[in-house]
């Protein structure tokens, strides 16, 4: 089991890690947050959004299923939204610098994390 402070310091030893957060999903509000190269409590509110019209559009085509993980891809960066399947209230939000990170290692590594987190 690992807290929040612990899983964060996890998810930025992650190769290319620039920063990272858990985030309560109902409200968008962040519960722990590392890394200072953006405004991670407006990227928290924001990808909120990214969740719920992902789990609406699961809901209305009558999915039998449930988000895994969301990967955004940028030019520069990788976005991975994971939610948390001991809490779903919950979901972890990691930025990687997309030149110098190795994408299947990082979904690997926060799905280790996450299957440990616990709040």
Request: aromatic share 2%; net charge negative; charged share 25%.
């Amino acid at each position: 089991m690992a807290d929040i402070q612990k899983s964060l310091e996890e998810l930025l030893d992650i190769n290319g890690s620039i920063a990272a957060c858990i985030v309560d999903s109902n409200s968008g509000m962040v519960l722990g947050k590392l890394g200072d190269s953006m405004d991670l409590d407006l990227a928290a509110a924001v990808n909120t959004e990214v969740v719920s019209a992902k789990k609406r559009a699961i809901k209305e085509l009558k999915l039998d299923d449930t988000i895994e993980d969301i990967l955004i891809t940028l030019t520069k960066q990788y976005h991975i939204i994971c939610p948390v399947k001991s809490n779903s209230d919950l979901f972890i939000y990691l930025v990687l610098n997309k030149s110098v990170a190795n994408l299947a290692l990082a979904r690997l590594k926060v799905n280790s994390i996450e299957s440990i987190l616990t709040i």
